[in-house]
């Protein structure tokens, strides 16, 4: 497992440190720019129905991402590139209700598309997982179309365990077992 430059808890949530980014618990002011992030069609297209969130949709995700942080101490957190202060999107780990176990993931806006980012942050987030959860294993639950998760997934690891349906969509189901078991 690779090291995060730094990783502290906080009463919000970790916070991961890689080379390029901070992975922190979002706060009320990152709305602007998540909302901006999830009404883009080409950002959601592999996500739940596929559509476009509205601002209101956008912080009712953030709300649901806080709740989840609350009730398994660990959520998706704001992605922050550290050069700019910039928002890309969203990463960490889920497990609601039905799902097949921890899952790492990522949403990012398209201007972090292609920068290596989504493995950055799913690497940072694997480790933590495996450190400091100790999660016997770890999962991603990825569209069928969507080829760029399917490569990060396997870049980090994981590899294809089963198709799956979650909420009524086929998903492809990839993993990998914390080599430290």
């Not at 690891?157 to 993993?175: A, E, F, S, V």
């Amino acid at each position: 497992m690779s090291d995060p430059v730094s990783e502290r808890a906080t009463s919000d949530g970790p916070v991961l440190e890689t080379e390029r980014l901070v992975l922190r618990p979002f706060t009320e002011a990152d709305l602007d720019e998540y909302a901006a992030i999830m009404a883009d069609p080409k950002v959601t297209r592999f996500l739940g129905p596929g559509t476009p969130l509205t601002r209101e949709q956008a912080w009712e995700s953030l709300a649901l991402l806080a709740g989840h942080q609350w009730m398994r101490g660990y959520t998706h957190e704001a992605v922050v590139e550290k050069a700019t202060g910039r928002l890309l999107g969203r990463g960490g780990l889920w497990n609601a209700e039905g799902w097949p176990g921890p899952e790492v993931g990522w949403i990012l806006g398209q201007a972090a598309w292609g920068h290596g980012y989504a493995t950055e942050l799913g690497t940072a987030w694997r480790d933590f997982a495996f450190r400091s959860l100790r999660a016997p294993q770890l999962f991603s639950v990825i569209h069928p179309d969507n080829t760029g998760s399917i490569r990060v997934a396997e870049r980090i690891g994981h590899h294809y365990l089963r198709d799956i349906g979650i909420t009524g969509i086929r998903c492809l189901l990839y993993g990998q077992l914390n080599p430290g078991h």
